[in-house]
Structure formats: C-alpha cells, structure tokens
C-alpha cells in the first residue's frame, strides 16, 4: 500500500509540473492603462507583445506561438507571430527582425541580448512583414528594436526559459507607401522549443 502511494505521490508531482510548464507557456495579457487594446510593458515573461499599426494595431493571439528566435549564418532572426488590425481586416502576420549578432548555440544564451539595442535602418539589418504567403522586406526609413531586459528562469535551480523584454517601432516603406508601427512592446518567456540555432 505504501509504495502505491509514493508512486501516486510522485505521479501527481509529475502532473503538477507538466500544468506548471502549460501555465508558463501561454499567454497573460495585462492591458495597457492608457491604451487597452496594448498590452502593458512588463517584465515577467506574459508570452505577450503589442503595437499600433497605422490606425490598427498588432497583437499577440491565444491561437499563434507569439515568438520563435533562429540563429543562423552569423545573424539573429527574431519572430513575433501575431494578428494585425488594420482597414478593419483582421489577419495573421508576422514581423521578422532580422540582424547580425555574436554567436547563439543554445536558448539560454539569448542571456546575451540584455540592453542591447538594434538600428533597424542599419544596412546589416532587415526587416520582413509576412502576411499569409505574401512576404515583404520591408524599405526602413527608420526604427529600434530595444531588447531592454533579459533574464534566466529557473524552476527547482533547473533552467527553464530566457524572459526577454524590450519595446521596439518602425516607419517603413511597404509597396512604396509609408506606414509605420509605434508603441511596441514585447515580454517573451523562450524555451528551448522556441530557439533554432545552426549553419549553412
């Protein structure tokens, strides 16, 4: 009797970290006080981000992984995944931010973004706008991508996600036509699920 109890006992502690780990992974949408339809800056990897898009915005969703970062060729590639809102159509869309940075080979070395500050208009970085199967490099005319804060969450002293935060906007070209993306903010819990790292 005692060891089927030690055997449940150590079952549900297996099943409360597995609901630990789900709870972690989704995401918490805190708004923004002066703009609810943002959501607020924090610290505390909320797997959210937000921004104002021309008169729409862009947003994080429930149904799409908000973040995938892949290193490859010298380069980060940082993805937010989200739904943007603008002309009344709401659709999926992807921005990539895509620039040179010292080697990445494991998730827990994105600890190396931290205050690291990105000029989207430098000729080493690019910028691409993925709507459905329409992808566009984006003509920047100026913007930052602030990775403000990054930090090591451990669970039991085990390392689990890098929690990066940071803000970032953008005015862009896009068919010829200026647009811009303002008052964007990011806090990404990354796993080692969400990270790519290899060579051509």
């Not at 691409?128 to 403000?148: A, C, Q, R, S």
Request: charged share 25%; with cysteine.
């Amino acid at each position: 009797m005692k060891k089927y109890f030690i055997l449940i006992t150590i079952f549900a502690l297996v099943l409360s970290a597995c609901s630990s780990e789900r709870e972690l992974d989704k995401t918490i949408f805190i708004p923004d006080e002066e703009n609810i339809e943002l959501p607020a800056y924090t610290e505390w990897g909320y797997n959210s981000f937000g921004a104002n898009y021309e008169r729409g915005y862009f947003v994080v969703s429930n149904d799409i992984v908000p973040c995938k970062i892949l290193y490859r060729n010298d380069s980060l590639q940082f993805f937010l995944n989200g739904i943007s809102s603008v002309n009344n159509q709401r659709e999926p869309m992807t921005l990539a931010f895509i620039f040179p940075f010292e080697n990445i080979e494991i998730y827990t070395d994105l600890l190396k973004l931290h205050n690291t500050l990105i000029d989207l208009k430098s000729d080493d970085c690019v910028v691409k706008m993925i709507n459905g199967n329409d992808e566009k490099i984006l003509e920047i005319l100026n913007g930052k991508l602030h990775f403000k804060r990054t930090q090591l969450l451990k669970i039991d002293d085990v390392p689990n996600r890098i929690i990066i935060s940071g803000i970032f906007e953008l005015n862009f070209l896009k068919n010829d036509f200026p647009q811009s993306i303002s008052d964007g903010r990011f806090d990404l819990g990354i796993t080692s699920n969400l990270f790519y790292s290899f060579q051509n």
